[in-house]
């Protein structure tokens, strides 16, 4: 007898976990010259303002149950307004969805392979989560399960073995900046990637949480909130802000420096293959989300048969989004203000819609 395909509550919280600090955890929190050492504080408050969104993104799944987000928009919105606010979010997570695999494309080619050009580094991480994409969601929830575990394990030892370089002064002096600036930075960490959260309502569909939404959607997120706090505040310790603000790629110049005696050394390179696999966790959701979204734009009833030409597309798409690192690196603060319609706004607009829809189903049937 076959397995009913979905994503049970534990598998659903370990890839939210893994979505929310997949690619963060390689390209790291900005340490900016706004905040500094206060980074870690920012995360903090960024925390603080995600859960609202969790909360409506829970109830949303709750009201919908087995709908994913585009179905949803059709019930709200009427079928030709609906298939409008489909067309945007699928451009948004298409775009959204190319700038992680340029993300770690930049990173596998600066830390690794500096003389690979960046078309054969894209086609390994493409396969891979095509891979995952059209192998179900039984296969997906294992896997999050396993890379939950290994980087679980990677982040504990990264940490233990830069106990002996930890500077508790580099974290000081704790809120020595502006409470404007250091809210201001809070915000864009939210945007990204916290509020990225939403992707994943495109295969809400696939999500078999009933009446564990809540807890499912608060847990995930809290253990990636712990995770990338963790990593943050090691960055400074070890590093020092002055060389943090120089470092692309903060958690793998930290990883450089570890060792453990004359036993253990040039840890970084087990660390990146882990770091990639957990990037490609958070690319196999964007695809999925894009897949489902065209197929319902297009009437298509098999989303997995959309994943390859979609994926091909991303692979065409990515090496114009920047012209160099330095031009990724200041994607965030120049992309974050225009991701509020879609990660900020429509949440609430969809959730009150939503309250009202469930309110008027209560009346005609009470």
Known sequence: MLEKEGLCARHTMVL????????????????????????WICLILSFLFIIPQVLILARLIKIF????????FDILFGKIV????????????????????????????????????????????????????????????????????????????????????????NLQPVWGHPSKSIFISAFGIFMIPFAELIVIMGMADELKIKNKEKSVFLLGTTIAGIILLTLIVRNIMVLGVPMLKNSFFASYQTARILQL??????????????????????GTVFLISISKGVAHLTGNKNYKSLSVPLAIVA???????????VDMFKFPSLFEVYTIPVQVILPIVLWILAEVHIRRRTKKTS
């Open 16 to 39: 939210i976990t893994l979505f929310l600090f997949g690619s963060s955890i390689v390209i790291g929190i900005n340490i900016n010259a706004t905040v500094e050492q206060d980074s």
């Open 65 to 72: 149950p087995g709908k994913n987000i585009y179905e949803i």
């Open 82 to 169: 609906g298939k409008l606010f489909s067309f945007i979010f699928v451009l948004h997570v298409l775009y959204f969805g190319t700038v992680i695999l340029r993300n770690f494309t930049e990173f596998v080619e600066i830390t690794t392979l500096s003389e690979t050009p960046m078309i054969p580094i894209m086609i390994p991480l493409i396969i891979t989560t095509i891979y995952l994409a059209k192998s179900g969601m039984n296969t997906l929830g294992r896997w999050g399960n396993v890379i939950l575990l290994v980087l679980s394990i990677t982040v504990s030892a990264t940490v233990f073995l830069g106990i002996p370089a930890f500077n508790v002064q």
């Open 261 to 282: 005696g004359d036993f253990l050394t040039r840890i970084e390179g087990v660390i990146t293959i882990n770091l990639i696999l957990g990037g490609m966790t958070k």
């Open 315 to 325: 692979l065409g798409i990515c090496p114009f989004l920047f012209e160099d690192v």
